[in-house]
C-alpha cells in the first residue's frame, strides 16, 4: 500500500499548482486545475461551475483529464459528464458519471478495464475497485474550505497519478451535486 495526500487550493476557481505529497512528506505529483476555454474560465469563477479538468505530472509523464464539450462542441452523452482521459497527449480512457443511488463514476479504459469510483450517500469518503478488489481508498476532511484529502492506494496496477487525478474530478464533481441540490 502507498500513501499519498495534498490540499485543495483555498479559491475554488484557482490554476495554482496543488503538492501531491507521499507518506514521507516529500511533493512526489503536482496537480493543476485548467480551463480549455475563457468562456470556461468566466462560468469556473462568476458561477461556481468550474474545476472539471485536471493535469498531473511527475515531471515525466503528464496526466490530463478533459471534460468533453457541451456549449460549443457536440453533445455525446445528454444524460451523463463524460471526460477524456490521456497521458501525455495520448487518449486511453473515458470517466463518466453513473446513475445510481450512490454516487458513482467510471473510467474506462482502453483495454477494456474498468474502474468504479463510489462514495457514500453523506459521506466524503471514496472507495475504488476493478471489479475484484478494492484499489484505492480515500478520507477526505470535512466542513473545510480547502480540504485535505488522504489517499491509500493498493495496487502497482495503475499509475497513482492518474488514480490521484480521477479521484479529484470525482470528488470536485460530487461536491458540485451536492451544492446543486441544497
Known amino acids: 500500500m502507498v500513501r499519498f495526500y495534498f490540499k485543495e487550493n483555498f479559491f475554488n476557481a ?15 505529483y503536482k496537480m493543476q486545475l485548467f480551463y480549455t476555454s475563457a468562456t470556461q474560465e468566466a462560468f469556473a469563477i462568476f458561477g461556481g461551475k468550474g474545476k472539471q ?10 496526466y490530463r483529464i478533459t471534460q468533453e464539450k457541451a456549449i460549443s462542441g457536440k453533445i455525446k452523452t445528454p444524460f451523463k459528464t463524460v471526460w477524456d482521459v ?9 470517466f ?8 458513482t463514476m467510471l473510467f474506462e479504459g482502453s483495454q477494456g478495464d474498468t474502474l ?3 462514495s457514500g450517500f453523506i459521506s466524503r469518503s471514496v472507495s475504488v475497485n476493478d471489479g475484484r478488489n478494492e484499489i ?7 466542513f473545510k474550505i480547502a480540504s ?10 495503475y499509475h497513482p497519478a492518474m488514480l490521484i487525478m480521477l479521484f479529484q474530478v470525482f470528488y470536485e464533481f460530487q ?8
Open 14 to 28: 484557482s490554476k495554482s499548482t496543488i503538492d501531491v505529497f507521499n507518506e514521507n512528506d516529500e511533493a512526489v
Open 53 to 62: 479538468n485536471f493535469e498531473i505530472t511527475d515531471g515525466h509523464d503528464t
Open 86 to 94: 490521456d497521458k501525455n497527449g495520448n487518449k486511453f480512457g473515458v
Open 96 to 103: 463518466r458519471t453513473k446513475m445510481g443511488l450512490k454516487p
Open 116 to 118: 468504479k469510483f463510489q
Open 136 to 142: 484505492m481508498n480515500t478520507k477526505s476532511q470535512r
Open 148 to 157: 485535505r484529502h488522504d489517499i491509500d492506494i493498493h495496487t502497482d496496477e
Open 175 to 182: 461536491e458540485q451535486q451536492r451544492r446543486k441540490s441544497s
